[in-house]
């Protein structure tokens, strides 16, 4: 039940209770009053007519008797009455025919309760029995009551019960009029409370909401007014501490955000430690192996070049043709041999620059004739309209895209399709324009996991590889100031980009 209805329901049976109380009191007190009122007139009446009549009484003057009885009985509230002589015969009767008969109960109760009694029926009306005694006091005192004979007369209560009936129909309107107004006070009086108690739950339910902006619009002066303003108050000191929390929760973000960032260069700076301490070793080690085998290997070149001036055109070799296939094998596996110190070489040694203005699209075209394309690998170009000339050591740049496009073809067993692109990339952030070669090929592609290490040197996944070729290509594009970036779909291909600067007088 609402606040309003219970406040009005209070409110109701209180002035209904208060009502009913008062009514009833004062009911019975009127009562009461005009009850006396009425027993007053009735002892005066009698005690008047017994005065004047007594007389007439004692001497039977009948004439006189009645005639004071008629003035008795024109009384309004008489309705009735009689006067019995010392025998008890009616001397006088309202009712005619009851004169003459013999009423001694009425001389008996007379003279039982001599100062007079009211006989209450219970009907409307009210009978006074009172003695008619001589006058003389003394002979009254001597226990001779000289009673003369006794008087009742009846009184009407129904003035009395109409008043009473009136005065009833007025405290039920007074009543009726009372709790309607306590209703319609209350009601109201519970209105002006609830309204505000209502937007206090409203508001009260928005901030459990989340809603820290809600306040109350509450202004009295009373304790809902305080209570208001003890809400508002609540609810900005919990916007503020949301804001500080909210405040100190970013900061802490942004603290953990830069730690991340330090942790990652730490690690990051902890692998370079750890990877340029490796290549230190694997350099001396590749630069100690390249230098020892240079030289026999060298004199087993020349040995077997020897060998083949020596026997190619004698009938041995005409009789054995196997002779010069071997003689050829052994030359192929040297040259093979070679090149993977001149790898040791190049990856041990500090790399040197010797640039110079190179045009990158005549470098490229130099590639197609020193590369070895098998008949299932289709070499396709998409060459920049116009390229600058760019201030790069072209022998290293070349080596650069060999082992670039090598790794491609050699990624395609099955054949496939190897496309060359060249693109000028604009100054982005303070870099200079960049020459970007790019390698995309539909081969086997790269796995994820091996990503991180393709650069690493010995990292290979071929059986007759060195894993030379990247990090050394890395190590070349790097000092040109550029870098080498790798993209893969593994099963679909991948692209390797060398990105450079133009260098010398063209901003690099
Ligand atoms: N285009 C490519 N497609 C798929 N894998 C590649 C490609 N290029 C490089 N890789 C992977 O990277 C590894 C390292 O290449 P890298 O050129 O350094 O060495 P390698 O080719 O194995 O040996 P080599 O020293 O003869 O070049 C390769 O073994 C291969 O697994
Ligand atoms: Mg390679």
């Given at each position: 039940?609402?606040?309003?209805?219970?406040?009005?329901?209070?409110?109701?049976?209180?002035?209904?209770?208060?009502?009913?109380?008062?009514?009833?009191?004062?009911?019975?007190?009127?009562?009461?009053?005009?009850d006396?009122?009425l027993k007053?007139?009735g002892v005066?009446?009698c005690?008047?007519?017994?005065?004047?009549?007594?007389?007439?009484?004692?001497?039977?003057?009948?004439?006189?008797?009645?005639?004071?009885?008629?003035?008795?009985?024109?009384?309004?509230?008489v309705i009735s009455g009689e006067?019995v002589?010392?025998?008890?015969?009616?001397?006088?009767?309202?009712?005619?025919?009851?004169?003459?008969?013999?009423h001694?109960k009425i001389l008996d109760l007379a003279l039982q309760f001599?100062d007079g009694i009211f006989h209450d029926s219970g009907e409307q009306v009210l009978d006074l029995i009172s003695l008619?005694?001589?006058?003389?006091?003394?002979?009254?005192?001597?226990?001779?009551?000289?009673?003369?004979?006794a008087v009742r007369i009846g009184l009407s209560k129904?003035?009395?019960?109409?008043?009473?009936?009136?005065?009833?129909?007025?405290?039920?309107?007074?009543?009726?009029?009372?709790?309607?107004?306590?209703?319609?006070?209350?009601?109201?009086?519970?209105?002006?409370?609830?309204?505000?108690?209502?937007?206090?739950?409203?508001?009260?339910?928005?901030?459990?909401?989340?809603?820290?902006?809600?306040?109350?619009?509450?202004?009295?002066?009373?304790?809902?007014?305080?209570?208001?303003?003890?809400?508002?108050?609540?609810?900005?000191?919990?916007?503020?501490?949301?804001?500080?929390?909210?405040?100190?929760?970013?900061?802490?973000?942004?603290?953990?955000?830069?730690?991340?960032?330090?942790?990652?260069?730490?690690?990051?700076?902890?692998?370079?430690?750890?990877?340029?301490?490796?290549?230190?070793?694997?350099?001396?080690?590749?630069?100690?192996?390249?230098?020892?085998?240079?030289?026999?290997?060298?004199?087993?070149?020349?040995?077997?070049?020897?060998?083949?001036?020596?026997?190619?055109?004698?009938?041995?070799?005409?009789?054995?043709?196997?002779?010069?296939?071997?003689?050829?094998?052994?030359?192929?596996?040297?040259?093979?041999?070679?090149?993977?110190?001149?790898?040791?070489?190049?990856?041990?040694?500090?790399?040197?620059?010797?640039?110079?203005?190179?045009?990158?699209?005549?470098?490229?075209?130099?590639?197609?004739?020193?590369?070895?394309?098998?008949?299932?690998?289709?070499?396709?170009?998409?060459?920049?309209?116009?390229?600058?000339?760019?201030?790069?050591?072209?022998?290293?740049?070349?080596?650069?895209?060999?082992?670039?496009?090598?790794?491609?073809?050699?990624?395609?067993?099955?054949?496939?399709?190897?496309?060359?692109?060249?693109?000028?990339?604009?100054?982005?952030?303070?870099?200079?324009?960049?020459?970007?070669?790019?390698?995309?090929?539909?081969?086997?592609?790269?796995?994820?996991?091996?990503?991180?290490?393709?650069?690493?040197?010995?990292?290979?996944?071929?059986?007759?590889?060195?894993?030379?070729?990247?990090?050394?290509?890395?190590?070349?594009?790097?000092?040109?100031?550029?870098?080498?970036?790798?993209?893969?779909?593994?099963?679909?291909?991948?692209?390797?980009?060398?990105?450079?600067?133009?260098?010398?007088?063209?901003?690099?």
């Open positions: 039940m609402k606040l309003k209805f219970k406040l009005a329901a209070g409110a109701i049976t209180l002035a209904g209770a208060g009502v009913l109380a008062i009514s009833l009191f004062s009911y019975f007190l009127i009562q009461r009053a005009r006396n009122e007053t007139k005066v009446l005690q008047q007519f017994i005065h004047h009549q007594a007389d007439a009484i004692q001497r039977r003057d009948e004439t006189k008797l009645l005639k004071g009885f008629l003035d008795l009985m024109n009384d309004r509230d006067v002589d010392n025998d008890g015969k009616v001397i006088a009767h309202s009712d005619i025919n009851l004169a003459g008969q013999n001694k001599p008619a005694k001589s006058q003389n006091p003394e002979a009254f005192m001597l226990g001779s009551p000289n009673a003369m004979g129904k003035s009395n019960i109409y008043f009473m009936r009136n005065i009833r129909h007025g405290m039920i309107a007074l009543a009726a009029i009372v709790i309607i107004g306590a209703f319609i006070l209350s009601f109201s009086f519970a209105v002006l409370i609830s309204r505000p108690m209502a937007a206090l739950t409203a508001a009260i339910e928005e901030i459990a909401g989340g809603n820290l902006d809600s306040r109350v619009d509450i202004h009295s002066s009373d304790e809902i007014g305080q209570v208001g303003k003890a809400f508002n108050k609540m609810a900005n000191e919990l916007r503020l501490t949301q804001r500080q929390l909210l405040q100190a929760n970013a900061e802490l973000e942004s603290r953990l955000k830069e730690l991340a960032k330090t942790n990652v260069a730490l690690e990051e700076t902890q692998d370079k430690v750890v990877r340029s301490e490796r290549l230190a070793a694997i350099g001396q080690l590749a630069s100690g192996v390249g230098h020892e085998l240079r030289n026999p290997l060298a004199a087993i070149r020349n040995a077997v070049y020897y060998i083949r001036e020596a026997v190619q055109d004698t009938p041995t070799a005409k009789a054995d043709p196997t002779l010069m296939e071997i003689l050829g094998l052994a030359e192929n596996e040297i040259k093979n041999s070679n090149n993977i110190i001149s790898d040791l070489l190049d990856f041990s040694r500090v790399v040197k620059l010797a640039p110079y203005p190179t045009d990158v699209h005549e470098l490229l075209g130099e590639l197609q004739t020193v590369l070895d394309i098998p008949a299932n690998v289709v070499l396709s170009k998409q060459f920049a309209g116009q390229l600058p000339q760019a201030t790069i050591d072209p022998q290293r740049m070349r080596q650069v895209f060999l082992n670039l496009a090598t790794n491609a073809i050699q990624a395609m067993p099955k054949g496939g399709q190897l496309s060359i692109s060249t693109r000028l990339d604009p100054p982005v952030n303070g870099y200079p324009s960049q020459i970007v070669v790019a390698f995309k090929d539909t081969g086997e592609g790269i796995r994820p996991e091996n990503m991180k290490k393709l650069f690493e040197p010995l990292f290979t996944t071929k059986a007759k590889g060195t894993g030379l070729g990247l990090a050394i290509s890395q190590g070349f594009v790097q000092a040109h100031g550029g870098k080498i970036t790798v993209e893969s779909q593994p099963g679909k291909g991948c692209c390797f980009e060398v990105h450079f600067p133009l260098g010398g007088d063209n901003g690099g």
